[in-house]
């Protein structure tokens, strides 16, 4: 990836900035170049997911290796959410932001709980009933799932499989000169997305809550430069600030579209040919991570739980943490990739420990900046995975061989 364009979107940033500070509400004139932008990247989304893991589990030729990998995938993806819902948690303690904030509830009924399905109902609406259905209506975990069962039938198949497996080969990498010819504009895009959020969160929107903000940049920051760098330095072998430039483009569009799957292009791309990922590895790894592995949503709904108990006056016990703990986890791996996920699965939790639900108003009016953070999280941790996992295989084969 060129060197220039991590200075492009530094200068979209500031760009973004300025104009929205300057103009206001008025900058919303810029929008469309964000949609153009948002269209361009989420077209490709579907059949990139479907061609590159379908090559994924097809390059790995073993099914058993395949298991491996997926064991470790989802190890590591548990483990970091666990670490990311503690600090979310610890931040609330250490930040306080619930107290003092001067805000009254009036938003309240804006906010309304959605209903959540039950485990089972959920994990068997995995399986797709019709997988055309699937791609079309673009529902990433069936097509997930649709796409590693192909994979492995090719590979059982073996030789009269191999045009299907050229096929998707042939496709992924299409894809891939998609997104390569995508990526020309994403400083532009950029600057359409983040104009009109700093034109229209003045200071006055965001001041009450500053707290809550710093402290989910602060929890945010600490688990990127602190967990993450030492993820990949001892487990992925690499240096943490090869690693934190590499993924940069990924975390600025994640940072500017909230959407962890819409990124999804740009993070293969990033992980790829920054961080020396192999496609084998990243096309299995990526995909799963921007469906399933969400580390910033799992600190802020750490934080926003402490946030609102301490707005209400409300202890936590020990078993409440517990609970959080674990149904955030949970609530982090079922949120979708997509912008404000996130605080409809925050219902979730805070009706685990029977946290008042008006609650949720109080955050709902700056969600969009923690999405912001929460998301660019995830997709570092997404590439983290990657990175870590690439280099245990590695290790592996090496020994083998
Ligand atoms: N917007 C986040 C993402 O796409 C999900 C969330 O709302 O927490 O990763």
Redo the contacts with the bound molecule.
Sequence with gaps: MKKSLVWQIIGAFILAIIAGIIFGEKIEVVAPLGDLFLRLIKFIIVPLILATLVVGVTSTSDVKKLGRLGGKTITYYLATSLIAISLGLAAGYVFSPGTGTGLTLDGANDVTPTETEGVVQTLLNIIPTNPLEALATGNILQIIFFAIFIGIAITLVGERAKPVQQFFDGFAEVMYKVTTMIMTIVPIGIFGLLAPVVGKYGASVLLPLIKLIIAMLIACLIHVIIVYSITVKTLGKMSPITFLKGIFPAAAV?FST????GTLPVTMKCAQENLKVSQETSSFVLPLGATIN?D??AI?QGITVVFIAQYFGMELTFAHLATVVLIGTLASIG?????????IMLTMVITAIDLPIAGLALVAGIDRIL?MM??SV?VIGDASASVVIDSSEEKREAKTA
């Design positions: 994640a909230s959407s962890s799957s969400m910033g949503t802020y949120t979708a990739g997509v912008p404000g996920a996130g605080l999405d929460r998301t995830n």
